[in-house]
């Protein structure tokens, strides 16, 4: 699976959108991009996942650049509840029945300030 | 029903002490996953289990042994733990579907604090 770099720290003041870039430049035409995040002492928490079309659910938004070698999370409307460490991993999406491993980096740690 | 239930939430055990840690889901996934996480890094794999099958071992150390009695149940059995275990360890689950080649995300649990003594 392809490596991602993501810068160790962000900070958002609450109400305004959250942009946490992600570096991917060795990704595959298999693989996919995820966005999970791990609020303090908790379990790492789904929140989206691409191919090459940008994708938006009720949590946020991903844009992938055109030749996919990097991406962004937004978080449209940051609350203190989205203090979180957000984690990027590129993985492939299909393929065999076999089960495979998501594999965490450093991650983001997003701090929404009041 | 999409939660991933680990059991016990936190656990003080002695080295020379036996003991379980219990991940439970009932979604009908048929992968699950254990993972390890010290303070302030990302988690790490330990074991897959796919098809309540062990697909893979992360070179884990033998004093922690899998175990997936049915599919909707994984066992983390310790024995003779060291200080250096002392960590988050967290169950996930996903699901693979080969007539489409689709996958669901992860699940996880909110893990077990445990604490080697």
């Known amino acids: 699976d392809a490596k991602t770099t993501q810068p160790t720290s962000m900070d958002c003041a609450e109400g305004r959108a959250a942009n946490l870039p992600c570096n991917h430049s060795t990704i595959s035409g298999n693989e996919y991009v995820y966005w999970y995040r791990q609020i303090h002492s908790q379990g790492p928490q789904y929140i989206i996942h691409g191919l090459k079309n940008n994708e938006t659910n009720e949590m946020a938004s991903l844009i992938i650049t055109e030749d996919r070698k990097s991406s962004t999370l937004i978080l449209p409307h940051a609350t203190l509840r989205d203090t979180a460490v957000y984690y990027c991993i590129v993985r492939v999406g299909g393929a065999s029945g076999s089960a495979r491993q998501l594999t965490f980096g450093s991650g983001t740690q997003l701090t929404v300030l009041p | 029903d999409t939660e991933v239930t680990q059991t016990p939430k936190h656990l003080v055990m002695g080295m020379t002490n036996k003991k379980s840690l219990k991940c439970e889901q009932h979604?009908?996934?048929?992968?699950m996953y254990w993972y390890k996480q010290k303070a302030k890094k990302p988690p790490e794999l330990m074991f897959v289990?796919?098809?309540?099958?062990?697909?893979i071992n992360e070179s884990v150390p033998s004093r922690f042994s899998p175990e997936c009695p049915n599919s909707s149940l994984l066992n983390l059995h310790l024995h003779a733990l060291q200080p250096e275990d002392s960590a988050l360890y967290l169950c996930?689950?996903?699901?693979?579907?080969?007539?489409?080649?689709?996958?669901?995300?992860?699940?996880f649990g909110q893990g077990t604090r445990l604490t080697v003594v």
């Open positions: 289990y796919s098809y309540e099958k062990l697909s």
């Open positions: 979604m009908g996934h048929r992968a």
């Open positions: 996930a689950s996903s699901h693979y579907f080969p007539s489409t080649g689709s996958r669901t995300e992860a699940f």
